[in-house]
């Protein structure tokens, strides 16, 4: 598993009956808009979208993002955080 962008890495990839869990960190100490393309894991089928830890407030997402079906997976980070976020994601394999 890996990232073409040092800023997000993959630390798990594990797929149970055609389910994908996929879970890493984030370097989310500037704002800024992060492309990274994933590999090592099985493709989603469609696009997906990434949770990620929150700041302080719950319904206040510092990151979004989303995974597409070509293993790009595009991050934007809106309220600087840390360089140690966490991500996840669950999605169907291709």
């Keep these: 598993m890996s990232s073409s962008d040092g800023r997000i890495s993959v630390d798990t990839c594990i797929e149970v009956a055609g389910l994908v869990f996929m879970a890493g960190r984030i370097n989310a100490s500037a ?13 989603p089928v469609h696009e997906t979208g990434v949770t990620y ?15 597409g079906g070509n293993g790009v997976m595009i991050v934007q980070v809106s309220d600087v955080v840390s360089n140690n976020e966490i991500w996840s994601l669950v999605y169907l394999r291709a």
């Design 53 to 67: 830890g929150r700041n302080s407030v719950w319904k206040s997402p510092s990151i979004t993002g989303a995974l």
């Design 31 to 43: 704002y800024n808009w992060i492309t990274s393309t994933l590999t090592g894991c099985p493709l």
